[in-house]
């Protein structure tokens, strides 16, 4: 898939190989878009070059008023960020809304952006924040809006040689509020049909709260995310009565210009825009926007801080024909792996370390089977280059058992008989185990959030959820 994986321990080294391979080259941070498309042969590259392992790149921060998000910052970093929930909270809940857990502890909000399909959900965040992307590259650097950035479907405005080094929006004020929706075919773990973002600021005249601005982001609907303009302006001055969002609602949905596909036709999507706008404004009338978080969702960051450690001293590189050692601790083990630079952590798993109780599904991130542990953190392991394991610290479910006793949710699995075909399993398991290390008495609907990520094709998940609890239940006796 590529012919050479490089881990940079700086920012400017990885502008100077951007720069040696020019349009030969991709930057990597999660990769849960880039290794599909390399996989099915849609993009074709010769050099990958790795900027999860340079310090400070999973920053957020706030500065002048404004938040800023570096490149490496990854979604389940995004939502847990208290800082992110007061100032930037429609994208917070765009965060949670995206995949599931194992997938947002590899996934960059800066990659969602740059992969630039009018579908993903933290785009029309930001476009509703009034986003700035800083595209950086050895000539210089330059700083652009998204509707500058954004060319059509997965085009943008970002040179072979360059990399978007921050993103920044400013920061919500007291007297904004906004909010994130979504729909799609099911609740977790889909692409939206049409998703939005609202941000509306208020003042007060006459003792009346006024729209005094709108900012109306709409994804899904058009070949970029677009801004409802004429809906907006009609807010403007508004008390936001049933019949101003109504008329701002239709406004809305004719600013759409949807395509037919196999998930939902044009007409159904223009629609959709009603309802959801209108919805939208009816919640943010009420100020009870953020009754749409959860108090504390799962991030299956087990005992982790969700950092990846990052590397010092000299650029790694790992050829895919090569014998470049993978050197790594895989439960509890110092193993060393040559021949692996071309595969992912998944196939050096099974095919080169005989750890075979990790799954090989989908290998595409939809089925959660090849769940494993990389630095504390649940990833899925199909979507790890090996290469980026180099020097990390892997569980399996193998590395559960200690002294010859199974973990709590491998014994709660036999108990509440939660195992049909098992091919499944050892995915659930590893996401349970998390899950029990980070919250160790999870309710419900944390256990269900926690497990989206796993898919169960004996419809057994019933059982599962009982499973976990049994073990929370025992543990904490």
Request: proline share 5%.
């Amino acid at each position: 898939m590529w012919q050479t994986y490089y881990t940079p321990a700086s920012i400017d080294e990885a502008l100077r190989l951007l720069s040696e391979y020019g349009p030969e080259a991709r930057i990597i941070a999660g990769g849960t878009d880039l290794l599909i498309e390399l996989r099915r042969g849609d993009r074709k590259v010769c050099a990958l070059i790795d900027i999860t392992r340079i310090e400070g790149l999973d920053r957020l921060w706030v500065e002048d008023g404004l938040v800023h998000l570096g490149p490496a910052l990854t979604h389940n970093q995004a939502l847990a960020s208290r800082t992110l929930l007061r100032d930037g909270f429609p994208l917070a809940l765009a965060c949670w809304q995206l995949g599931f857990p194992q997938l947002r502890n590899r996934a960059t909000l800066v990659g969602n952006m740059v992969t630039a399909s009018p579908a993903n959900d933290t785009i029309a965040a930001l476009v509703a924040l009034d986003g700035r992307l800083t595209l950086r590259s050895l000539r210089g650097e330059r700083v652009l809006s998204c509707a500058e950035f954004y060319e059509g479907v997965r085009r943008t405005a970002l040179a072979a040689d360059e990399m978007v080094t921050e993103v920044a929006f400013p920061a919500l004020t007291p007297n904004q509020r906004g909010l994130f929706m979504k729909l799609a075919l099911r609740r977790a773990h889909a692409i939206a049909l049409v998703n939005l973002a609202v941000v509306l600021t208020f003042e007060q005249q006459n003792h009346r709260e006024i729209v005094a601005e709108a900012r109306i982001a709409l994804g899904s609907v058009a070949p970029t995310v677009i801004r409802a303009r004429e809906a907006e302006a009609a807010l403007q001055g508004t008390a936001l009565s049933e019949a101003e969002i109504s008329s701002a609602a239709d406004l809305a949905a004719r600013a759409a210009a949807p395509i037919d596909d196999l998930r939902a036709g044009a007409d159904y999507r223009r629609q959709m825009v009603r309802v959801l706008v209108q919805r939208a404004l009816s919640t943010l009338r009420q100020g009870t926007e953020r009754a749409a978080f959860p108090a504390r969702p799962p991030l299956l960051w087990g005992r982790s801080d969700g950092r990846y450690p990052p590397v010092t001293g000299d650029t790694l590189s790992h050829t895919s024909a090569g014998d470049e050692p993978v050197a790594l601790v895989v439960n509890g083990e110092q193993v060393v792996v040559r021949g692996a630079g071309g595969k992912t952590l998944l196939q050096m798993l099974r095919e080169d370390l005989g750890l075979t109780g990790t799954k090989d599904g989908c290998a595409e991130g939809e089925c959660g089977a090849c769940t494993v542990w990389m630095d504390g953190l649940t990833v899925l392991s199909c979507l790890v280059p090996a290469p980026r394991a180099h020097g990390t610290h892997i569980v399996t479910i193998e590395g559960l058992a200690r002294e010859g006793h199974l973990h709590p949710v491998q014994q709660a699995f036999i108990d509440e008989g939660a195992v049909q075909c098992g091919y499944c399993t050892p995915g659930f398991v590893m996401a349970g185990a998390s899950l029990l290390d980070e919250i160790p008495r999870p309710s419900q609907e944390q256990i269900v959030a926690a497990l989206t990520g796993n898919l169960c094709r004996c419809t057994g998940y019933y059982k599962i959820v009982r499973a976990i609890e049994r073990a929370a239940a025992h543990r904490e006796a």
